[in-house]
């Protein structure tokens, strides 16, 4: 009953959300509206979104405690979940535009006849998507998985905007719920214990940020570690010939879930090499067939192009700090080496973690570390949406630890957008880039985490209270 109660109020938050930035009647038709436009640049309108990410994070902990502590049928944790996706697909994208990227990547293969990874949006300017966009003038961003479903969106829905918008939303929910499923059998391969598996199969289908973000926005990402979590739980299962493949097709639809590829390789190596080799051959051929269609020389990899950009990470604050004496290019030039050289160390370690691993939960561990490096220090242009790549390997660890890491991750992926979308257009920060707002809100993305940290560690290394605090041992109270 306790969960019930839990998922109700959660409902109603969301309810509350949509209701505040309804996708209709006209704000879908509105171009590059985000949620500072819809709801005010005002303190109320700062304040009920804070109010809002504070009270669904509330609500999220405690059904989690519940879960875990009294276990949960997995019907409601699963229902909840879709009456969430629900809600969300009728929400405006207010945190970013994507999902137009995706119309018109669609819109050029299934109505243009046009290559997405060689031509850009602009080339059509009498294409309405056009002007929804933050970029129309680059190609594709994505893989070709990505792209042919795109395209088979568009030729399935027609133009109408509204069809588009919530067929991707639809995939989006689809692939969340499909997500939390597999990181539900993957836990219990991993724990053996059906109560511990509920807890990550919440952990992952309820998370705050991720149904914002993968079903409201409808980003791709969710799709993409969907593949990378079917990998996950092939190589759990000891059936290492299809993990890599998985793992492509993921890296078809977006890039950054290959990172994990070479440490499941190690891991499927060790156990019989030959399959390790035949997985890691079909894998590549697969890239091959699906990218051959749009192949047009080493240009058409547009994914890697974006690696200029710095926002709300390590790298961007450093970069602004140093400017200074050093000029904005070299600046940004030192910002990338360090941050690049942090996550090699990371990537490194996780590595060995992986050729000493003894156990299958090992090398996720070793997944997850790389995965949480990726966010914080190889993508130095950091956005909300991102948090699902580590979030989906930790929701699949039966570990209270990295739960708890994840969650207050997210936690901190939408307290940014308080400092961007509120504070900085409100007038708090100056209006150009500076150090000031890109330091409030990288804090605001880690201040979550490391608090945590923090105190776990001070709790941790306190000693324990003495027996009996001056009692006799034998007494009762010591006992």
């Avoid at 979590?229 to 299809?242: K, S």
């Avoid at 991750?409 to 007038?427: A, D």
Wanted: charged fraction near 10%; charge should be neutral; proline fraction near 6%.
């Amino acid at each position: 009953m306790m969960l019930l109660a839990v998922a109700v109020a959660t409902a109603l938050a969301w309810a509350v959300w949509v209701l505040w930035v309804p996708l209709l009647p006209i704000n879908l038709y509105v171009p590059l509206l985000d949620l500072g436009k819809i709801t005010g640049y005002t303190w109320p309108s700062a304040g009920l979104y804070l109010a809002l990410v504070l009270v669904l994070f509330g609500l999220y902990a405690v059904g989690y405690q519940v879960t875990r502590a009294r276990g949960a049928h997995l019907g409601v944790i699963f229902a909840a979940g879709a009456v969430f996706c629900a809600e969300l697909i009728w929400a405006y994208p207010g945190t970013a535009v994507d999902i137009f990227a995706y119309v018109a990547d669609g819109q050029l293969l299934a109505l243009h006849n046009a290559n997405p990874f060689a031509v850009a949006p602009d080339a059509f300017p009498g294409d309405f998507i056009v002007q929804f966009l933050a970029f129309p003038d680059e190609p594709a961003q994505y893989g070709p998985v990505w792209v042919l479903l795109s395209g088979a969106i568009a030729w399935l829905t027609g133009p109408p905007l509204l069809s588009e918008v919530l067929a991707y939303k639809l995939v989006a929910s689809a692939a969340h719920l499909a997500s939390g499923f597999v990181v539900y059998r993957v836990a219990g391969l991993l724990a053996c214990d059906r109560r511990q598996a509920q807890a990550c199969a919440f952990l992952f289908l309820w998370n705050p940020l991720l149904l914002w973000e993968m079903i409201a926005n409808g980003h791709n990402d969710g799709l993409m570690m969907l593949f990378g979590l079917i990998g996950v739980w092939l190589f759990v299962a000891g059936r290492d010939l299809l993990v890599l493949a998985l793992v492509a097709c993921g890296a078809l639809v977006k890039v950054p879930v290959a990172l994990i590829g070479p440490l499941l390789f190690v891991g499927t190596l060790r156990r019989k090499w030959a399959r390790a080799v035949e997985g890691a051959l079909l894998s590549v051929v697969l890239a091959i067939v699906i990218y051959r269609p749009f192949w047009e020389g080493p240009e058409t990899l547009t994914a890697l192009r974006r690696t200029d950009l710095f926002t709300a990470s390590f790298g961007s604050v450093l970069r602004l700090a140093v400017a200074p004496w050093l000029g904005l290019d070299a600046a940004s030039t030192l910002a990338r080496t360090v941050s690049y050289t942090a996550f090699a160390v990371v990537f490194g370690l996780s590595l060995l973690i992986a050729l000493r691993a003894v156990e299958p939960d090992d090398y996720l561990h070793a997944a997850y570390f790389t995965l949480l490096a990726a966010v914080l220090l190889l993508t130095t242009w950091f956005q909300a949406w991102y948090v699902v790549w580590p979030l989906a390997l930790a929701a699949a660890l039966p570990s209270p630890r990295r739960h708890l890491e994840v969650a207050l991750l997210s936690l901190g992926g939408l307290l940014q957008y308080f400092v961007f979308i509120y504070l900085w257009v409100m007038g708090y920060f100056p209006p150009a880039e500076n150090l000031g707002v890109q330091l409030a809100a990288y804090l605001a993305v880690i201040a979550p985490l490391c608090v945590a940290v923090v105190i776990r560690s001070f709790l941790e290394a306190s000693p324990p209270p003495r027996l009996g605090a001056g009692r006799s041992p034998n007494t009762p109270a010591a006992a």
